[in-house]
């Protein structure tokens, strides 16, 4: 009987991912329940196929394309799919010899630093960030499963031919070539017949399975984009109670007991009215020392004697809470910049090799692009080609993107609390963070760029400059 | 039995690694033996006591090689102007474009051993101030990762880049030399000079043509000790600076002691330090460190170790910069026209089973690679120090000591790199930038060439 596997953090929120990947045949054998050598060895031998029948495909197409290099748009068209499909073979390549980094990756969030007050706010952003990666993922499955639908419903449109250069007169000619998805060297004949059916369901096979590998694992590292960026969401959510509990530390403020009632509603995170803060000694702080703590079970010792070198009369145990939110916020947010450093190691070379293949790929395909003459099935699928490899880079560059801006407007969360009626702790504690967040955190690839939308406007500029000139050279 | 073997054996690694861990300058002074016999060569004594005597006679032959590399360049830019004038048509340019890269080599060879001289107070500086910050004794585990990685990283570099240079050397040097053994055999192949002079004789005569190609062999192995001098040193300063970043990091993350509970919680890196702490000291220390009087004079002396510390790192790296950039920047526009001409020649001119181009273009592409590489580890070393100045315990410390933090944090925030004479900063990011201007110049060529 299968047991449920006991998962935490990350692996938990992004286990339909883990699964569809598990299915897709990257080989990732870790997260499940069922550890036995037999099932270990069935899941070892069930990737191995899939690894070996996608790389032989792969070598097919390549063989094809070698075969027919005469030809300049017969090559230039195969060496476009070849690159295309690249994408695939490098990461699975790539997860099977990563995986280590992978799995640390996963597990770095596995426990986290709490705080009685803010978990209410803990809670509530991580299950923004679960619906948004729940989102990404079902929204990244259509693509692919639509991507792979029309391109074997636009097989069956135009003519099933390649071209071949003729030797003597050096003009191109037709040859009928196999009405399949993808141009393969076999060493059967696909022309018609159970082997040209066999070769079609292959050709499905391999299409939906090498386009899951690689856009899942895209969007494994969007996700932990998502993640981050939530976590900090929650940090620059509980800046501005944080400074008001720092407040209360030393300077005189009313209502300082409904700081420390942590309720679900945002608005009593809020800070008091301002007004209230002129009207001293109306209100009787004495009464407002009720502590209702959530998830720390129970009522505090609410009833000690107020400390004498403290204004607002708050007990021992409140002012620990004070201090201690510092700290907790200090904490999580090295424990995010800890999270981030890591998902640039474990995934920044395979983001460099995907920008070096789809900068190659963009430039044939402003080439391509120049001979489209009408609506036809060349110019549906170039133009697919373009918008999909396109689509690629931006998804990562705009998830790379956000992480920047959430990174460095933690500053500006900062800024625009009530930091100037906050203790000396709280200025230094605002100071030090704005500085340290002034430098974004951002993902590079090996360190060569960063990702970010920069990157994607500068690809689609170098490819529009490409196609421009060439059209005007033609 | 076999538990016992497995066990003794577990206690020998063990007891290795202790070993390991103690470090004295003998590792200091290896990675400096190497570069010591190329400057032998050169003829510059640096770090060496030599009487009067000694001095005047090296720096005299440190003259003489530079004279000889003079004379070379000049008689090989003057034949390259002649062949220039002679060439009717692109083809005969193409013996132009095979002397280029040497004669780009020559001044760039001069250049970076006068600088060795020019500057030698300011080296020695550098190397006694490395060697006097060198970690001696038993290091902890941590310091010792980093220590050794560095280590190894260093020889490795220094030892294949000088062995590759000289294989460099030879594959130019050698053919001539097969021919003159062949014409002794009785064959009579006329003779290639590995480089081409301008001469007012006829350099192809029986004896005279022997004499020249040694007196060129001897050449090329003074040009190449040169560039190494200059680049071994650079790697070797680079390489230690960035060892010493690191050291730093390290101990800043250890100063402040921050107690673990809900906020900090066991698997978190300061939360270890705690419990590292816990284990070595005893309860009673444990009890003396929540005094906070105690823990602010402490946290204020350490500190100020690491700031003076950091401040002669930068300074250190200033140093580094006035010395290398210059001769880096000439070495980076060296790099982008060889490579430039080396991957014209590869593509329009060269069989794709012939090598000589393609050996060229690899080692200049890998030469400038491991120069933007050194320049890299260099700037993330400094933040490095910036990101463990942030995630120490500062906010469990005193307004005082926080304030210093903060403005630490400030300074180790900028940049700390080596830039070529200010246009760019050294790191992998401008080498992207040399491969894609070198990448332009050569598609403009194949253009031209094609019409």
């Known amino acids: ?474 | 039995f076999i538990r016992k073997y497995i066990f003794r054996k577990t206690k020998t690694v063990a007891d290795e690694s202790t070993e390991d861990r103690i470090y004295s300058l003998d590792d200091f002074d290896d990675t400096l033996a190497i570069i010591k016999k190329v400057l032998w060569i050169v003829g510059l004594r640096l770090t060496l006591k030599d009487s009067d005597n000694a001095r005047f006679w090296f720096s005299v032959f440190y003259w003489f090689e530079t004279a000889n590399i003079l004379m070379a360049f000049t008689l090989q830019t003057m034949e390259t102007i002649e062949d220039t004038k002679g060439a009717s048509s692109f083809e005969d340019a193409t013996t132009l474009f095979r002397m280029i890269p040497c004669i780009g080599f020559l001044p760039l060879a001069i250049l970076k051993s006068y600088k060795i001289t020019y500057y030698e107070s300011m080296y020695e500086n550098l190397i006694n101030e490395l060697r006097s910050m060198w970690p001696q004794g038993k290091v902890t585990e941590e310091e010792h990762t980093v220590i050794s990685k560095a280590l190894k990283q260093l020889r490795i570099v220094l030892k294949g880049y000088y062995w590759c240079n000289y294989a460099l050397v030879i594959s130019c040097v050698v053919p001539c030399y097969i021919i003159i053994i062949k014409n002794i055999f009785g064959k009579n192949e006329p003779g290639v000079l590995p480089f081409l002079w301008w001469v007012p004789f006829d350099p192809l005569q029986p004896i005279v043509f022997e004499i020249i190609v040694v007196i060129q062999t001897w050449h090329a192995i003074l040009v190449m000790s040169f560039i190494l001098s200059g680049d071994l040193l650079y790697f070797f300063f680079i390489s230690h600076i960035t060892t010493q970043f690191d050291l730093l990091s390290i101990k800043v993350n250890r100063f402040i002691l921050v107690p673990t509970d809900q906020q900090l919680i066991d698997i978190y890196p300061l939360a270890i330090h705690y419990k590292n702490f816990k284990n070595k000291h005893s309860p009673l220390e444990l009890v003396e460190m929540q005094n906070k009087k105690l823990c602010e004079a402490i946290h204020e002396k350490e500190l100020l170790d690491i700031i003076v510390r950091h401040r002669t790192l930068i300074r250190l790296c200033k140093d580094v910069e006035t010395i290398f950039s210059f001769s880096l920047l000439v070495s980076f526009l060296n790099s982008s026209v060889i490579i430039c001409f080396s991957n014209f020649c590869c593509v329009v001119i060269e069989k794709w089973y012939e090598f000589m181009y393609k050996s060229f273009l690899s080692t200049t592409l890998c030469q400038t690679w491991l120069i933007c590489w050194y320049g890299q580890k260099l700037l993330d070393s400094g933040e490095r120090l910036s990101q463990s100045l942030y995630s120490c315990g500062w906010y469990w410390t005193s307004q005082k000591i926080k304030k210093n933090i903060h403005i630490m944090i400030h300074r180790s925030q900028r940049d700390v790199c080596v830039t070529t004479y200010g246009f760019t900063k050294i790191c992998l990011a401008s080498y992207t930038a040399i491969i894609k201007t070198s990448w332009s110049y050569f598609t403009l060529l194949v253009q031209t060439y094609k019409q």
Request: with cysteine; glycine share 4%.
């Open chain 1, 1 to 474: 009987m299968m047991t449920k596997v006991k998962t935490q953090g990350l692996v938990t929120d992004l286990m339909p991912n883990i699964k569809l990947m598990q299915a897709a045949g990257h080989f990732l054998f870790n997260y499940h329940s069922d550890n036995s050598g037999m099932s270990m060895l069935l899941r070892k031998v069930y990737s191995s196929v899939h690894a070996v029948l996608i790389v032989v495909n792969y070598v097919c197409m390549a063989i094809n394309m070698a075969q027919y290099s005469d030809e300049v748009n017969e090559l230039t068209a195969n060496t476009i799919t070849v690159l295309f499909f690249a994408h695939s073979v490098i990461k699975l390549l790539f997860f099977a010899l990563n995986s280590k980094s992978f799995y640390r990756t996963l597990a770095i969030w596995n426990q986290s630093n709490s705080h009685p007050l803010f978990t209410e706010s803990d809670a509530r952003y991580h299950q923004l960030a679960l619906t948004k990666m729940r989102r990404l993922l079902y929204c990244i499955c259509g693509v692919t499963v639509l991507s792979v639908a029309s391109w074997v419903t636009l097989t069956f449109f135009g003519e099933s031919v390649r071209f071949i250069a003729n030797k003597e007169t050096n003009e191109t000619m037709t040859e009928p070539a196999p009405r399949l998805p993808l141009k393969a060297w076999y060493p059967f004949n696909t022309m018609s017949g159970t082997m040209y059916i066999a070769a079609f369901a292959l050709q499905i096979y391999w299409l939906l399975f090498s386009m899951a590998i690689a856009n899942l694992l895209d969007v494994m590292f969007c996700s932990w984009l998502i993640f981050a960026c939530e976590q900090l969401q929650h940090l620059k959510a509980i800046m501005k109670p944080l400074m008001e509990l720092s407040a209360s530390l030393d300077t005189y403020r009313p209502n300082t007991a409904e700081l420390f009632r942590a309720s679900s509603t945002e608005k009593s995170e809020k800070v008091p009215d301002p007004v209230d803060l002129d009207i001293r000694g109306i209100y009787s702080t004495q009464q407002d020392f009720g502590i209702t703590l959530r998830g720390a079970g129970g009522k505090l010792q609410t009833f000690g004697q107020p400390t004498p070198n403290n204004p607002n009369g708050l007990t021992q145990k409140q002012e620990m809470l004070a201090r201690s939110a510092i700290k907790y916020w200090v904490e999580r947010h090295k424990h995010v910049v800890r999270l981030v450093a890591s998902i640039g190691d474990t995934y920044g070379t395979a983001l460099l090799f995907h920008m070096l293949i789809s900068t190659i790929t963009l430039t044939l395909l402003a080439y391509q692009a120049t001979k489209i003459d009408g609506v036809n099935v060349y110019a549906f699928s170039t133009l697919g080609y373009l918008t999909y490899t396109l689509g690629q880079v931006f998804h990562f560059c705009i998830f790379g993107n956000r992480l920047i801006e959430e990174s460095s407007s933690v500053m500006e969360a900062a800024y625009s609390c009530q930091w100037y009626d906050g203790s000396e702790e709280a200025k230094t504690f605002v100071q030090i963070v704005c500085q340290q967040c002034q430098k974004a955190m951002s993902i590079s690839g090996a360190k060569f760029f960063t990702v970010s939308l920069d990157l994607f406007a500068s690809v689609l500029g170098a490819v529009v400059t490409y196609f421009m000139v060439l059209v005007q050279l033609k």
